[in-house]
C-alpha cells in the first residue's frame, strides 16, 4: 500500500486527542469521527497532519504550501459556524489544484439544500414527500396538499440535529410551535413534510463514475413503547447511553426480497447521479408496508466513524475500516472537475 502525505481538515475545536483515555463517551462522541480517521490513518503508515479550520481560508493556504499533501482529507461540515458553507471551502480546494475526499462543491449544495434536492428528484420521477419550505420571519399556513402528520426539521443541518419526537406534528397549532421553536433555536429556514410510517433505510454509495452500493443498513428500534415515533432524532443518533438503554441500533436489514434489494440500489445510484455527487454518499429511504420506497434525504459526505452506517455497511461487505479510508483516498486521487461538467 502506498503512503501518502495526507492532510486531515476538521473544525477547530474537534481536533483530536492521542487516545481516548479519560475521556467520557459524552466528550468522545464529539470528536470520534476525527479520531478514528486520524488514528485509523497513521496507524496505516500514512504521514498525517490534522488542521483545525473555522472561519479563515488562510490557514488551508498555509499548511498546503508549508506541508505539501498529496491529498486533503475533508472532515469539515462547516465554515464560519454556517453549515452550508462547507462547498466554498471544497471549491478552494478545487482552485488549489488540491486532491481531497469527499463530494464535490456542487454535489455537497445539491445535497445539504433539501427542498432543492427533492425538487431535482421529483422531476426524475423518484418518490419524495411532500413538503413546503417555511423562511426565517415568514407565517404560513399549511396547503391542502399537505397532509397531517408533518415532520418538521431544518433546511440545511444534518446529522439529525434539531429532530425530536415533538418534530412530527398532527395539528395547526404544533405545527407553527415548532416551526417558530427551529426559527429561533437553530436559525435556519424549516422544512416540513409528510411523514412517511415504514421501514428506515441507509444505503452507502462510494465512487466518482463507476459506483458501488453495499449492503442496506436499518435503523432498529428495541426496548421502545408503541407510542415512540421510530425516526431518527438526535438521541437516537448521538446519544450513546439513550441508545444501549431502548436497544437502538444500525444493521444490515433482513427480510427483504431480493427484487426490493436491486430496486434500492439502483435507485441510490441514480439519486447519487442526478445529485452530481462524488466521493461517498449515504441515501436515506422509507419502505412502507405497501412496498413504496420514498427518498429522505441524500448526504453527501456522511458520517464515516468506525461503527457509523457507512462503515457498517462496507464491513458487512467484508471491507475494513482501514480499507474503507483508503477506497475514499484513491477516488479522491482519481477524481478530476472537469469530468462532472455534465
Same mark, same amino acid.
Given at each position: 500500500? #502506498? @503512503?501518502?502525505? %495526507?492532510?486531515?481538515?476538521?473544525?477547530?475545536? =474537534? $481536533?483530536?486527542?492521542?487516545?481516548?483515555?479519560?475521556? /467520557?463517551?459524552?466528550?468522545?462522541?464529539?470528536?470520534?469521527?476525527?479520531?478514528?480517521?486520524?488514528?485509523?490513518?497513521?496507524?496505516?503508515?500514512?504521514?498525517?497532519?490534522?488542521?483545525?479550520?473555522?472561519?479563515?481560508?488562510?490557514?488551508?493556504?498555509?499548511?498546503?504550501?508549508?506541508?505539501?499533501?498529496?491529498?486533503?482529507?475533508?472532515?469539515?461540515?462547516?465554515?464560519?459556524?454556517?453549515?452550508?458553507?462547507?462547498?466554498?471551502?471544497?471549491?478552494?480546494?478545487?482552485?488549489?489544484?488540491?486532491?481531497?475526499?469527499?463530494?464535490?462543491?456542487?454535489?455537497?449544495?445539491?445535497?445539504?439544500?433539501?427542498?432543492?434536492?427533492?425538487?431535482?428528484?421529483?422531476?426524475?420521477?423518484?418518490?419524495?414527500?411532500?413538503?413546503?419550505?417555511?423562511?426565517?420571519? #415568514? @407565517?404560513?399556513? %399549511?396547503?391542502?396538499?399537505?397532509?397531517?402528520? =408533518? $415532520?418538521?426539521?431544518?433546511?440545511?443541518?444534518?446529522? /439529525?440535529?434539531?429532530?425530536?419526537?415533538?418534530?412530527?406534528?398532527?395539528?395547526?397549532?404544533?405545527?407553527?410551535?415548532?416551526?417558530?421553536?427551529?426559527?429561533?433555536?437553530?436559525?435556519?429556514?424549516?422544512?416540513?413534510?409528510?411523514?412517511?410510517?415504514?421501514?428506515?433505510?441507509?444505503?452507502?454509495?462510494?465512487?466518482?463514475?463507476?459506483?458501488?452500493?453495499?449492503?442496506?443498513?436499518?435503523?432498529?428500534?428495541?426496548?421502545?413503547?408503541?407510542?415512540?415515533?421510530?425516526?431518527?432524532?438526535?438521541?437516537?443518533?448521538?446519544?450513546?447511553?439513550?441508545?444501549?438503554?431502548?436497544?437502538?441500533?444500525?444493521?444490515?436489514?433482513?427480510?427483504?426480497?431480493?427484487?426490493?434489494?436491486?430496486?434500492?440500489?439502483?435507485?441510490?445510484?441514480?439519486?447519487?447521479?442526478?445529485?452530481?455527487?462524488?466521493?461517498?454518499?449515504?441515501?436515506?429511504?422509507?419502505?412502507?408496508?405497501?412496498?413504496?420506497?420514498?427518498?429522505?434525504?441524500?448526504?453527501?459526505?456522511?458520517?464515516?466513524?468506525?461503527?457509523?452506517?457507512?462503515?457498517?455497511?462496507?464491513?458487512?461487505?467484508?471491507?475494513?475500516?482501514?480499507?474503507?479510508?483508503?477506497?475514499?483516498?484513491?477516488?479522491?486521487?482519481?477524481?478530476?472537475?472537469?469530468?462532472?461538467?455534465?
Amino acid at each position: 500500500m #502506498k @503512503k501518502y502525505r %495526507i492532510l486531515v481538515l476538521m473544525h477547530e475545536d =474537534l $481536533i483530536p486527542p492521542d487516545s481516548l483515555k479519560g475521556y /467520557s463517551d459524552k466528550e468522545i462522541v464529539e470528536w470520534k469521527t476525527e479520531y478514528d480517521v486520524v488514528s485509523e490513518l497513521r496507524d496505516m503508515g500514512h504521514e498525517v497532519e490534522t488542521l483545525g479550520v473555522s472561519d479563515d481560508v488562510g490557514v488551508i493556504r498555509d499548511a498546503i504550501e508549508n506541508f505539501k499533501p498529496q491529498i486533503a482529507f475533508n472532515l469539515l461540515e462547516e465554515f464560519h459556524g454556517n453549515s452550508l458553507f462547507d462547498y466554498h471551502v471544497v471549491s478552494y480546494l478545487e482552485l488549489r489544484k488540491q486532491h481531497y475526499t469527499g463530494c464535490n462543491p456542487r454535489g455537497l449544495m445539491l445535497a445539504h439544500d433539501k427542498a432543492l434536492s427533492k425538487k431535482l428528484l421529483y422531476f426524475h420521477r423518484i418518490n419524495v414527500p411532500r413538503f413546503l419550505v417555511i423562511p426565517i420571519g #415568514k @407565517k404560513t399556513s %399549511i396547503p391542502k396538499r399537505l397532509k397531517f402528520p =408533518l $415532520i418538521v426539521k431544518s433546511l440545511v443541518e444534518e446529522g /439529525s440535529y434539531g429532530i425530536a419526537q415533538a418534530s412530527v406534528v398532527y395539528t395547526d397549532d404544533k405545527f407553527r410551535e415548532r416551526v417558530n421553536y427551529l426559527h429561533e433555536q437553530l436559525g435556519t429556514p424549516v422544512i416540513a413534510e409528510e411523514y412517511i410510517e415504514g421501514r428506515e433505510f441507509y444505503v452507502s454509495v462510494i465512487g466518482n463514475t463507476r459506483l458501488e452500493t453495499f449492503p442496506i443498513i436499518e435503523l432498529k428500534f428495541g426496548d421502545v413503547s408503541d407510542d415512540v415515533l421510530k425516526i431518527a432524532t438526535s438521541r437516537v443518533k448521538w446519544d450513546w447511553a439513550y441508545q444501549k438503554k431502548h436497544d437502538i441500533d444500525t444493521v444490515v436489514a433482513k427480510n427483504l426480497k431480493p427484487e426490493t434489494r436491486k430496486k434500492i440500489s439502483t435507485l441510490s445510484k441514480r439519486i447519487y447521479r442526478i445529485l452530481g455527487m462524488t466521493g461517498y454518499a449515504r441515501i436515506d429511504l422509507r419502505l412502507t408496508k405497501e412496498g413504496g420506497i420514498y427518498v429522505l434525504e441524500a448526504n453527501a459526505n456522511p458520517d464515516i466513524a468506525y461503527g457509523e452506517e457507512l462503515s457498517c455497511a462496507t464491513e458487512a461487505a467484508g471491507i475494513s475500516y482501514e480499507a474503507l479510508l483508503m477506497k475514499i483516498i484513491n477516488h479522491g486521487l482519481r477524481y478530476d472537475p472537469l469530468t462532472r461538467l455534465s
